[in-house]
T-cell receptor, first 115, second 111 residues
Framework: NAGVMQNPRHLVRRRGQEARLRCSPM?????VYWYRQLPEEGLKFMVY????????ESGMPKERFSAEFPKEGPSILRIQQVVRGDSAAYFC?????????????FGDGTRLSIL | KQEVTQIPAALSVPEGENLVLNCSFT??????LQWFRQDPGKGLTSLLL???SQREQTSGRLNASLDKSSGRSTLYIAASQPGDSATYLC??????????WGAGTKLIIKP
């Protein structure tokens, strides 16, 4: 059973370009979470999605960032007009359902570098 | 607002020693607490999940305790090995789904 798959593993963009990060949850998981880890800092919650619905995007910047989890296909975190401060590791996690007893399973992350 | 702190930020010990990593949180109203391991350039591996009603969890050489009233958790690693070298992250379940993270303890086990 494949784990959470994120791609690309590394992404380099120039300032002003768009970055698209993909996350395929574990088989059977319908809940996806995105976290950002800035250099030398802990992870910060960004957004929680279920299939076709954004449940909580309170941790996501209001400008330039968006996320989706369509009925078919992976979850996408999209960053428009990237800036140097967007350089970070972006992690995706999934769980079979919501609940305090449901551990989140993480992917290997996408390392985004902005030139 | 929940804040999670991990002390020490880095720790280096000889192989074979038992060691304790600390995690503290400011709001005792938590759903659960998880310990993760992060290897350089890799993702996060869940080590132990303690529900708010539990006091401890064990897995192999790892034991995690939770004291909600004092806002503390410890991760105990017995008979450390070089393969245990990694960054250990503590995350508090602040709701049914949102995790609040500490900055981690970078552990080096010297052969």
């Amino acid at each position: 059973n494949a784990g959470v798959m994120q791609n690309p593993r590394h992404l380099v963009r120039r300032r002003g370009q768009e970055a698209r990060l993909r996350c395929s949850p574990m088989k059977g998981h319908s809940h996806v979470y995105w976290y950002r880890q800035l250099p030398e800092e802990g992870l910060k919650f960004m957004v929680y999605l279920q299939k076709e619905n954004i449940i909580d995007e309170s941790g996501m910047p209001k400008e330039r960032f968006s996320a989706e989890f369509p009925k078919e296909g992976p979850s996408i975190l999209r960053i428009q007009q990237v800036v140097r401060g967007d350089s970070a590791a972006y992690f995706c996690a999934s769980s079979p359902e919501q609940g305090y007893n449901q551990p989140q399973h993480f992917g290997d992350g996408t390392r985004l570098s902005i030139l | 607002k929940q804040e999670v702190t991990q002390i020490p930020a880095a720790l280096s010990v000889p192989e074979g020693e038992n060691l304790v990593l600390n995690c503290s949180f400011t709001d005792s109203a938590i759903y659960n607490l998880q310990w993760f391991r992060q290897d350089p350039g890799k993702g996060l591996t869940s080590l132990l999940l303690i529900q708010s009603s539990q006091r401890e969890q064990t897995s192999g050489r790892l034991n995690a305790s939770l004291d909600k009233s004092s806002g503390r958790s410890t991760l105990y690693i017995a008979a450390s090995q070089p393969g245990d070298s990694a960054t250990y992250l503590c995350a508090v379940g602040d709701s049914n789904y949102q995790l609040i993270w500490g900055a981690g303890t970078k552990l080096i086990i010297k052969p």
